[in-house]
């Protein structure tokens, strides 16, 4: 749709729709990739995904190219194809959730009486909380779970550059 544009007044137009085209096809296919390829070796399995994945840096160049009047970068693109991996985060909350009633069953048993607590366990726990090492614990374990839910699709560097001159033909 990119070749449509005959003049300025087009041009807006068409990219918008070029831009819907490709976010639709980021959205739909470029993640469903990326997901059925986390965990795996991806250089296993480009040979399967090389000509779309050419095809693809072709078209976001050219829109790149007509949008802002210059190339994609390679790092622009291999970050165009990271994303966030949504059934992942969903169980990461899932088990926070559960992590999270499981913890007031056992305040409402120590509320209850039924929990038995000696005085040196009491004060190692409030020694434990010490606020800064719990802000530092939970960033940490923020960053890893942040690391486990991200995935991407391998972009490497001559399929980027075959990509350009299918563009520059």
């Known amino acids: 749709c990119l070749h449509r544009i005959k003049s300025e ?19 739909k296919l470029w993640y469903y990739l990326a ?15 090389s000509a779309g994945l050419q095809e ?5 160049s050219f829109y790149h190219y007509l ?14 194809l990271v994303f966030e991996d949504k059934k992942a985060k969903r169980k990461m909350h899932k088990a926070k959730e559960e992590d999270k009633s ?8 120590k509320e209850g009486g039924n929990y038995n607590e000696s005085q040196e366990t009491r004060e190692i726990d409030e020694k434990s909380l010490d606020k800064e090492g719990c802000a530092e ?3 940490k374990e923020n960053d890893s779970n942040l690391a486990n839910i991200m995935i991407s699709v391998t972009v ?9 001159a299918d563009l520059t033909g």
């Open 67 to 80: 949008a802002y009047d210059k190339l994609i970068l390679f790092d622009e693109v291999e970050k165009v």
């Open 56 to 60: 693809w840096v072709e078209a976001l």
């Open 102 to 109: 499981d913890q007031n069953e056992s305040t409402v048993e």
């Open 35 to 49: 997901r059925e390829l986390k965990g795996e070796d991806h250089y296993q399995f480009i040979r399967a995904y």
């Open 9 to 27: 007044e087009d041009k807006a137009t068409v990219l918008g729709e070029a831009e819907c085209r490709l976010m639709d096809m980021k959205v």
């Open 156 to 164: 490497p560097q001559s399929e980027y550059i075959l990509g350009l």
């Open 137 to 139: 614990e939970m960033t």
